[in-house]
């Protein structure tokens, strides 16, 4: 099968991973690899000279035996490479002009992710949308003989791809009949395969719970508006920002919940007061009143309010000024948005829809439908492309109707959840929302190392106890400060930043309850903590566990527990996710950017590059996935010398493969656990050494540096959703023990519980029901969702096809 790729639309981050994984895994299929410049424009042009570049040889000077030599002819075809600077020409006077369905190898798309937008160039095509340019393009397909096309772009390029799929029968007749094709091709192109994957920065594709290019996007509005706190601080002033998204709010909405916005103006759910200036007025005010320096209102492209009538910063900022008197700033972020390297996320989940992408075309038949590759609950999944489409058009056509419950509904559940959580932890209330006999005095305490996370989780949590009553009381430096009577109420003024701080405003620490499980006993009782809320690793698990245990003797511990993960390892049993993992992923990313960078300055030269993870190889695995390393160690498959001898083969054999004075560097990722002898700087020892002349090595150890500075927008939106889920846990189980004396309470187990992740759902996992899913020697789970990826970093070096 030949098969092409192309983006279209408007550009988004992850665009170019798609395109990398999608000839990558078309070559591991032993398809030929195509894709087409400038979107559907390029379809429409073709190529001036129909010739299909044939692959330069290759001169090697390998003396090793390659297991599959079929697989050297796809390496490269030097025509990818003109694409890599943008302008489709490089100096040795070889160039893509005229040409716009390009032969493409596997090195010509090597390290593309790293790189914002799209090479391959997109656009918006007016000819496409033609028939006559519809037929052009079916022409120029079969000119090339390419059977298979992967779309990448928004819902107006998959509409384009399902109709031109559809036309297909039509525009082969049409074209016999014009007597531009032969009968030959007529039945070898009966049928067109065509698969989309959505490129999109708005995230506003039904069925799919995260477009390709959107939380990228998130990181850029939350940096714009981290850099907009300080300034808004220091000179006590209120900001407006405009962010994109013309039918979908959820850049707006998730960029409130993460920045901690005041007011947010989405086009789904528009105020619901009226007028709703008196009502975003009273709020601010509100804040302001406590004592609150800044002020933030986020306001969609396309908000509105209910009746239609387009709500703009400009008018925002009026009303701010008019009415409050408040010094105002707008800030449209604009193409901002789109720009910049991709996010770990952005890496990751766009390799492997381009590989179920590939899949899809290679299983089609005439009589399947035409899928879209999307995400749902935290797992790649294929939809029928029509009906995404059309869900995604239901939404706008609600809106358009004002019928925003109905736009409200067609969102995914996350969504609602997340506007509900905005409110929750944004709006101060005047009175709180409970009476008096259900208030809480909620402990909330870290512990462990800090992860990019804890403070969001514990800010939220606090603004919520504060809303309905009830007390929040920070235990400062673990269950070591609780015996030292480190415990005072938080505030709602006080946790204002907090979203946006690394590290642990808490204080955090290692030790254990069973240092001393009477005193803290008597320490929960002096300060009559109600519930417990403990954010943290392995170490938080284990420390409700023993809290659980302990209820046999102690009955201050017969209260709602729980356990928020949190811990850049990801090592808690039986959870997807936990906080800091996200952020210590995008931590790694940079760095190996930085250090492949290097590395491909000196040309030849291997990273072995040190994570720390425990003796959990999360993080070591994704981050290789996500910066492309040719080779991953974890402590859970470990090294020995066979493992290290085929390393040494296969990186000398591809860099054997590489062309002269072109060879890149590469990276090796080591998880500090992954074992005791062959430690990182033994690794680099064994590859210099065994390297030479082909490659050299050198070693960086990141240390804590992955503990991360500033949390990922996603580590803060999780953060704020386990909290206020953990908040009602909490609430739910008080209540059955409200009235109760105080040894007369009794907790049944499910009340010490920790919050999970499965397959984007939250789970309550018992404490006492998680200890079997645990390996509480190697501090990790048992089981692992993200164990087979370890093979797909090797897949995407092609390491079965040259060991
Ligand atoms: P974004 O979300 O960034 O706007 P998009 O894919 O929705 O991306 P559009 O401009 O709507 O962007 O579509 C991109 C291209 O897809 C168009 O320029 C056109 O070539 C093609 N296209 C869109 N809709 C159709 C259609 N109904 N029929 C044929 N082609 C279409």
Known sequence: MKLAVLTSGGDSAGMNAVVRAVVKAGILKGCETWIVREGYEGLVRGNADAEAPSSPELETILDVEIRDPSFIKNLRFGDGGLLRDGTGDNSGGRSLKGRYIVRVGWDDVRGWFAEGGTLIGTARSQAFRTPEGRLIAAYNLIKEGIDALAVCGGDGSLTGADLFRSEWPTLIQTLRSQDRITDEQVARHGHLRIVGLVGSIDNDMSMTDLTIGAPTAMHRICEAIDNIHSTAISHSRAFVLEVMGRHCGWLTLMGGVSSGADFIFIPERPPKADPWEDEMCQIITRHRAIGKRKTIVIVAEGAHDANLKPIRADYVKDVLTDRLGLDTRVTTLGHIQRGGRPCAWDRIWPTLQGLDAVDALL???????????????????????????KMTKDVAEAIKNRDFDKAMSLRDPEFRESLEGFIATSTLEGNPLLPPEKRIRVGIMHTGAPAGGMNAATRAAVRYCIRQGHKPLAISNGF???????????????????????????GTNRTLPDIDLGAVASKFQEHHIQALLVIGGFEAFHSVLILHEGRKYYPSFHIPMVHIPATISNNVPMTELSLGSDTSLNALVEACDSIKQSASASRNRVFVVETQGGMCGYIATMGALAVGASIVYTPEVGINLDILRDDVKWLKTRYGLDERGKSEGRVVIRNEKASNIYTTEVITKIFKEE??????ARSASLGHTLQGGIPSPLDRTYGVRFALKSMAFIERHHEAL????????????????????????????PVGEMVAHADMKNRRGKEQWWGGYKELVEKLVARPQLL
């Open 691 to 696: 390297g030479a002349p082909l490659f050299d």
């Open 738 to 765: 409200r009235g109760l004396k105080f040894k007369a309470r009794h907790a049944g187990p499910e009340s010490a519980a920790v919050i999970t992740l499965q397959s984007s759902t939250v789970k309550w996992v």
């Open 363 to 389: 299983e089609a038949t005439p009589d399947t439908p035409s899928y879209m590759i999307g995400m749902q609950e935290n797992r790649v999944r294929r939809v029928p492309l029509v009906q995404a489409v």
């Open 480 to 506: 070591k400060g609780l015996l030292d009577d480190n415990v005072y109420e938080l505030s709602w003024l006080g946790v204002d930043n907090w979203t946006v701080r690394g590290g642990s405003e808490l």
